[in-house]
């Protein structure tokens, strides 16, 4: 299988290149991976990408609903096929709300209890494994990771059935959350689906003070390749 | 407008004349310049290009003697932003713009598109931008109306940069009774610029095509810089209806979609991208004749084929929409398609408009009609306006007696922390997406700001911006507040690790007609000079804003003279950026000074000010320029020997403010020092804001190393204390207490 990593850009996009910065940060130490940014309006077939990443951002200008529009994107237009030949797609804040809307995950975000944008760096305890982002040894750990939201506030509906694990969550809740969930999985086909509030590549890097986010790609790298 | 022109008996045209703001000096220098009288759309242009806001009329000659030249300098001002080096491929784009005007009628919507225009002036260089910073003045915050205010304009601002994907990584939030009728919005931005792909506006040559990018033009903003940011307000009728239209509506979509195609066009195409403005105050107007005025060409605009997104839109309406998000190019003939499939895969217009000559006019047709037809090199500047000589007015030095008693330490140190310009502002940036962008290695609420910006050649090179006023300082002493607020900025930029470049200024005074706003002006730039010269530190960018006056009760008040100096320095290693929070159990409190007397009292201090208020303190605090050369090379020398855990200036509230402020970690560390053997007055020794400390936290350990650099530099060192476990802050004999509590009363104040 190919080891092409893609992040999708949207319009309105904005934490695209931060991925793609630690994309290219790894893939110095383990050339097997091409990172790729990947235009909206083109469609993602099968098998080429090995781990999707929807980024942080506004896409399409958040109009109608977070993630709404991003849902019907050529990009994402089969998904749900990509995912089960193999990919492993992780959404970050933008990211994840797009997969709620394509309810590959349960739930639903509404704003934050504060009702107001949080920008923060929180504390986050690692719940369970999840392939290839958190392996076994993880469980129980906790990280610290940027956040920064305004829709973040994530809520089960009694009529949510939908296949899921929470995966991270908030040691002290910042926005409401059920639970206090920062991020739930699924794993769908031979791929699987990840979804998160929280930035871990805003902590990657060793220049900003902050690498609790690096074990979380490290991961991934070590899994799949 | 229109009522104006139809009243009986008087001339239309010049009745307009005076509607669109002309003096009667003006009106015959238009006349006397044309030769004939000018249309209605002409004369509409003329009233914009020449209000305070675009034409600088009031302050040009203040302005002019700004130093502006240095070796770090690429771009000087006069461009849509400055330009310094960062390395040798690489350059810093930067640059303050105010938003007053708008953000006081209506706050949100004025903060946010006061971000959309000053990160278009970034990206139009060809930068892409990488942070923001905020500098806001508000009246009272008693008051509910303020309250408002406050929180409309940092919600337009997050809303604005958060979308966008820029972070917020500085700001500084005042308030004072001087802004009670008329707030200050300021908003910094930076970004990088590869030094072979620098964009410019006044490099268009005859036999070009000039192309609109970006937002459809509807009717939003028209007059917005000649009748909301070139006027007065009146208590009680600033929220009136004409007011209210002319603010400009904001879509940080669009804009982020439009910084994407301008960035990828000058990355693509560009030696097809002859020059390029954003298209700001007076939208189509300010572009079309600044660009073709600088160029040195002509130009003809067929603005029947400008997109419109409303209809029966009118040629002057057209030419001074203040629509956001657009952008006017001057592009090579026959690259036109290019340029649009670019645009429109990002879902941007991009519509040819015209095309340039070599006629040194500036031609306007509309439905076949010639509307315009200007020799635009002849109108670009205003005639030189009628102004008032500069005059100070006279500080009497009181005959004071200096007051015996001295404040209860404790209950002074609890009032200086809540006072709203020391007080915690965590909360109001906690709204601001500070860490997009993978950049932040210090956000807001450190000394200074710091962004990394590795490459491959420099992998770990960063860049340190800080923004400082000081308006107690501007008002008793403008001169003075100018050098302290570039003081300031380049001791922040020392105490984390960074050299000072260069630093861009937001002017902010009350009307220009009266002697004292012109010697605010006058003796502000002599000040920055003085310090420009001292710290090497050249004016690359700024901005004034002029009549932040109201008239109350039929009484007109200007705000206090404020300018925010924002300095911008880089530094070679982020890794070694220091901190301004203790860092750790047991190490050494030491103040590195400048030596000199101190021994003024009552100076003007916060302290003063609160506790003294009927004394009016008229003196200045101390403050030595040379002095501050000496601070920033120990203070670098330091940082090269990596001796300091953590550093912080001395500022507003005193030693003893920036003291406890150090112990605020989430670790919450105490404070044990003793004083008691000081001979100075006490309280002047903790609440005196006399310029040029600085506290270091050091190792024990490296004692020595610290007193050879204090001999070094011939700077004075003393002892403060130790940083201690116990959550104690205490200075002896007289002052102690729990760290929680000035914790909690620090935080009590912005929720």
Redesign the interface.
Known sequence: MSRHWAVVQF??S??D??VL??FQSLSKKYPEIEPVLHWHEDPIEKNVYEVIILP???S????LRAGAIAKISQALNNLEEVIEAGAHVMGICNGFQILLETRLLPGYLQVNKSL??????VSLKIEDEAFPWFTKKNKGEVVRY?I?H?FGNYQLSKIDKGEMKPVLKYQENPNGSIDGIAGVYRTLGKGSVFGLMP?P??A??????LTDGQPIWQNAVENLI | MSQAISKEGLDPIRELAAAVGLSDKEWNHLIFVLGRHPSESELQMIGVMWSEHCSYKSSKRYLKKLITKGKYVLEGPGENAGLIALDAERGIAFKIESHNHPSFVEPFQGAATGVGGILRDIFTMGARPIALGDYLRFGDLNLEKHQYLLDGVIGGI?HYG????IPVVAGHVGSGSSYNGNILVNVFALGIVDRNKIFRSNTGKPGQVVMVWGAKTGRDGIHGASLLASADFESGKTETKEQKIRVQVG????E??LM?ATLECMQSLSSDLAAIQDMGAAGLTSSTTEMAAKSKIGMKIDLSKVPVRETGMKAFELLLSESQERMLAIVEKGSEEKFKAILNK??CEGEVVGETDDSELLRMTFDGQTVVDLPIQKLMDAPPADLPEPEWPAVQSQAYKIPDEIKKEWEVLEKLLCHPSVASKKEI?????????????FGPGQEASVL?V?SKEHP?LGIAFKGVADENFYQLNPRFGAKAAMAKAVRSLSCVGARARAFTDGINVGNPKNAKTQAALSETVEGLNEAIIAFETPCVSGNVSMYNQTVSDGVPRDIYPTTFVVVVGVMDD??KAVPSLFQSEGSEIWLLEIPGNRELFPEASLYAREFFPELKPSVCPFLDLEGEQRLQNALLKANDLNLMLSCRDVSTGGLAVSLAKACFSEKRFGFEGDLSKTQSRRDQLLFGEAQGRVILEINPNRRSELMKLGAEFNLQIRKLGNVTQDPTFRIRPTLSGSIETLFQAWSSVFK
Request: net charge positive; proline share 5%.
């Open positions: 319009p309105g904005n934490c290149h931060d910065k630690v942080g951002g506004f399409y200008g958040d109009y107001k944008f949080i920008s923060d760096t940027p920064a305004r930035h590549e805003r990657f890097f060793e220049d900003l003070r | 997050a958060n979308c966008m994907g879509d940080p979509f669009k982020k979609v994407e990002w879902g940036f906690k709204r601001y997406d500070t860490t997009v962008g993978a950049a932040t290695v990394w590795g770990h982020v890794r």
